[in-house]
């Protein structure tokens, strides 16, 4: 009877651990499906399931199965195994059942094939490695097409590793079990081994000896990634040195396993200790010894000769891995001491932003967020308006941070029911300067968003709601039949939120467990009606449907929001990435190195209903090409982009960074001059908060040599090596049909032409700005400067900043100044007009503030004044906000919406403020 209770009471735990373990892996499972199934995406989730599944299964059958096979070897010698028991008085020797012996080793095999099955990695990859997409490029050294670099080497790499893991771990357990059944033993300071022991464990020695042969000859292919050429790449002793002898050395590893397989057969240690000596020995000399003799009597003699054609193989193949190959040249005509016409220059300068967008972010966030529940993340540069008369904003989405509410308020119903998403954005007009040197809007507040009538028409946002974003954490749940509650209703807008119906207690069971949330079983306040919607940050919701793409983290790397068809709608780059590229230099992106990127795949994201879509802006990218036929539904080319979404893709500012860096080497095309290393460039720096920081690129509108009218560039400048002179500006087009397109403008090397650092230096000392600088720090304000913006204009170029002030005890920065700089000439105004006017040396008295109130120096300049409200609406307005905050703090929220409610009615009775229009 006790052993009986003893086995109910083992057979119990083990059910209630498969059930908890069973049971939360069906509701990841489920919660998982029902998502895809949501979105539309139900066959991409399947594809990527089953070819897991089928990956695991097979590796673990192999696995399982060899380790099953060994252990079943050993078990065969054990003979009859009796387990004393005693009862009461008597002791007996009970004969263990043979079916409790094969039990334990299927559970043994069975661990050991989970888990090295999942070392397997990522279904995709495989599916990859069976069936790449042809570059219809090839290696010069193997002649193989680069396919087998980027997707099989890898996948051959990972296998050979977890067949040495396989075999180490049996020839482990089979040393453990021989020694348990004194078949291995020490005797007198030596190993005593059975005959069925010793051929066993040499086997599996042999085995292992076999993978290092596996492994020395996929070393041949991984040195065209790690050779020890100029530069790190690719030289002359890999290939006539390394990589034969990588062959010779793998041959020898296969004739030293048949050695130690024919010593552990036959017993002796001659024939394994004759083939490991001969493997050493070679490896010795000809991996270590060989290579370098050659190195330094014939390479280094006569190095540039030697190793010419694997460095002109380096510039070429790094141009086609960083997306540099169709870069275009263009010298650039500077002559030193031309002034830019003023014409030109002035129309120039209309689509510089002037507001940078990490002052303008903090000024954001004091005068915008209007709840203290409400953040702006990220300020984005963009473009509205006609082609040829766009202009240039900065945009920013209110997003709810649940974070920020008062404890009190941390309860489950107002973190998942009632605040549940954030509302709408701010729209800045980056050229414009106003009279108080705060931001215009011309979009502003909320419920609803206050548009100007200046505004582009694009920009009127009619559906604000932000329930996908940069801040939307965790899951929300969405009653349509219930009214808004708090500030952030959960009723879902037409074309709302795409969820799960909550129409099913298995559901309901399912997602309590997955989320680990009990209330989503027992709260009263779910319907069938309710939609649980979750994976509502937009990086995180593109990466589970494509985690074969990179999306780097990171500030730079976030989604930028566009206003389209009246909502928000948000652009997220993805990148197509391998670390496997041959000949091209190992560089970090992101959190991880590669040897390949493109940003061949943009992500839109409604913030209001979550709809997901996958554009192919680079359908020639044959890493794409290969994900895009394992998932023919995932991706639609950008033509099927609606068009006036498409006026707002940008190259991202991460690649060009990526690109400019390997250009400060790689825009040499002539190998003596790349050995030489005669003319190396260096990305410029800047001064930001009174630290030097690497310069970033800038987006601005602009006019191109041969183009008619303005378009969206973004520009990145290089300056010499060790020096701060300019030396090339590499801008790239963003606008259709040139989107991507690369133009590398190029000074002349006989100048010196100051760069941006040289430019904070002839600020800091020019006396009148460095007087007026110091006498704003006496004053209790910090000066911030700006990023600087440099504008080729006719045959020179000028160097825009902008100036902030930002008051010790009120951090809210302030637009007061803008310099300009050409040449060695620098000078300060506080407006374009003024400042462009001193530029030139036309600069006359006139009264800067009354100017400076005529906004900016562009044809459709445009000033708005707010008028204020009428004593008693303010008083009223200030009540009933006041009243609110209250009701919040105290956690009243059927006060709070009704006060709330009064609050919007009475900010709608009031007068709108007056628009003036300023020539």
Do not use: C
């Not at 042809?134 to 002649?143: E, H, L, T, Y």
């Amino acid at each position: 009877m006790q052993t009986n209770g003893r086995r109910i009471l083992f057979g119990g735990i083990v059910a209630v651990l498969a059930v908890l373990i069973g049971g939360r892996i069906a509701a990841e499972f489920l919660v998982d499906l029902l998502w895809f199934q949501s979105i539309g995406y139900a066959d991409v989730f399947w594809t990527r399931w089953t070819a897991g599944m089928l990956l695991r299964l097979a590796g673990g059958l192999i696995a399982g199965g060899f380790v099953f096979l060994n252990l079943w070897i050993i078990s065969r010698t054990l003979g009859t195994i009796r387990v004393r028991r005693r009862y009461a008085n008597i002791e007996i020797a009970e004969r263990l059942p043979r079916i409790y012996i094969v039990g334990a080793l299927l559970g043994i095999s069975f661990l050991s094939a989970w888990w090295l099955s999942a070392g397997l990695g990522d279904p995709v990859a495989a599916l990859a490695a069976l069936r790449p997409e042809a570059w219809g490029a090839a290696d010069p050294v193997f002649g193989r097409d680069l396919s087998f670099y980027v997707f099989q080497f890898p996948f051959l790499s990972r296998l050979q590793t977890l067949a040495g893991l396989l075999l180490f771990w049996t020839l482990l357990l089979a040393g453990i079990a021989y020694a348990a059944t004194g078949s291995a033993r020490w005797v007198d300071g030596a190993p005593v081994l059975s005959p069925l022991a010793r051929r066993h464990l040499g086997l599996l020695l042999a085995g292992l000896v076999l993978v290092f042969a596996w492994d020395l000859w996929l070393d041949r292919y991984d040195l065209l990634m790690t050779g020890r050429g100029v530069g790190g790449a690719l030289g002359y002793t890999d290939v006539h040195a390394r990589i034969p002898v990588r062959l010779l050395l793998a041959v020898l590893a296969v004739a030293a396993a048949g050695t130690v397989a024919y010593g552990a057969w036959h017993g002796t240690l001659r024939a394994p200790a004759v083939g490991m000596g001969i493997l050493i020995v070679g490896f010795v000399a000809g991996d270590l010894v060989y290579p370098s003799a050659l190195q330094k009597l014939r390479v280094e003699p006569d190095e540039f000769a030697r190793e010419a054609p694997y460095i002109a193989q380096n510039l070429a193949f790094t141009r086609q891995a960083y997306g540099l190959t169709d870069l275009h040249r263009e010298p650039l005509p500077y002559r030193p001491g031309v002034q830019p016409n003023l014409e030109r220059l002035a129309a120039e300068i209309q689509g510089v932003p002037l507001w940078d967008a990490r002052p303008l972010l903090q000024t954001n966030k004091a005068l915008q967020a209007l709840f203290p529940y409400y953040d702006f993340v990220s300020a984005h540069y963009d473009r509205y308006g006609p082609p040829g008369a766009a202009e240039q904003v900065a945009i920013s989405v209110r997003e709810l941070d649940v974070a920020r509410l008062p404890d009190v308020a941390q309860t489950w119903q107002n973190l998942h029911l009632n605040y549940v998403r954030g509302a709408g954005a701010v729209v800045s007009p980056v050229a414009q300067m106003s009279a108080g040197g705060e931001p215009r809007y011309y979009v502003s507040d909320l419920d609803p968003p206050r548009i100007a009538p200046e505004a582009p028409e694009a920009l009127d946002l009619r559906e604000p709601g932000v329930y996908f974003g940069e801040l939307t954490r965790g899951y929300v749940v969405l009653n349509p039949e219930t009214g808004a509650e708090a500030a952030a209703p959960a009723r879902a807008p037409a074309r709302g939120p795409v969820g799960v119906h909550l129409d099913a207690g298995w559901k309901k069971l399912a997602f309590a467990w997955a989320f680990q949330s009990r209330n989503l079983l027992l709260s009263g306040e779910l319907t069938p009606s309710s939609r649980i919607v979750y994976r509502r940050l937009v990086r995180n919701r593109a990466a589970a449907l494509a985690p074969f793409l990179l999306f780097p983290p990171g500030e730079g790397m976030a989604p930028y929001p566009v206003i389209f068809e009246g909502r928000i709608v948000w652009i997220l780059d993805a990148y197509t990435s391998s670390a496997h590229f041959p000949l091209a230099p190992l560089t970090r992106f992101g959190d991880r190195a590669h040897r390949f990127v493109r940003n061949s795949v943009k992500v839109t994201v409604d913030a209001v209903s979550g709809e997901t879509r996958f554009y192919v802006v680079d359908p020639d990218d044959p890493i794409l090409r290969t994900y895009s036929r394992i998932f023919p539904g995932l991706f639609a080319p950008v033509t099927e982009m609606p068009p006036e979404l498409r006026r707002h893709l940008r190259f991202p500012a991460p690649l060009l960074s990526l690109q400019a860096d390997i250009l400060r080497e790689y825009h040499l095309r002539d190998a003596r001059a790349f050995y030489n290393r005669e003319d190396v460039w260096a990305i410029p720096t800047e001064t930001y908060r009174d630290v030097a920081v690497p310069f970033e690129p800038y987006y601005w509108l602009s006019t191109l040599t041969g183009s008619t009218q303005p378009e969206y560039l973004i520009a990145s400048p290089f300056v010499a090596s060790g020096r701060q002179n300019m030396t090339a500006l590499l801008v790239t087009r963003n606008d259709p049909p040139h989107y991507g397109e690369q133009i590398l403008y190029e000074l002349p090397r006989d100048e010196l032409i100051p760069g941006p650092q040289q430019i904070e230096s002839l600020i800091d000392q020019d006396p009148a700005i460095s007087e007026q600088l110091a006498l704003w720090k006496r004053g209790g304000s910090d000066v911030i400067r700006g990023r600087i913006i440099v504008l080729p204009v006719d045959s020179t170029l000028v160097f825009v900043e902008p100036l902030f002030l930002e008051a010790q005890d009120h951090a809210i920065p302030q637009l007061e100044r803008v310099v300009l700089a050409s040449g060695r000439r620098v000078v300060m105004r506080p407006t374009l007009n003024g400042a462009i006017a001193a530029l030139l040396g036309e600069d006359a008295p006139t009264d800067e503030r009354r100017e400076r109130g005529a906004a900016v120096e562009r044809p459709a300049a445009r000033e708005v004044m707010s008028a204020p409200l009428a004593d008693p609406e303010l008083t009223r307005a200030r009540q009933l906000l006041d009243q609110a905050e209250s009701q919040l703090r105290a956690g009243d929220w059927a006060g709070f919406g009704t006060t709330w409610a009064e609050l919007r009615g009475a900010l709608r009775a009031a007068p709108r403020p007056a628009q003036e229009r300023t020539p």
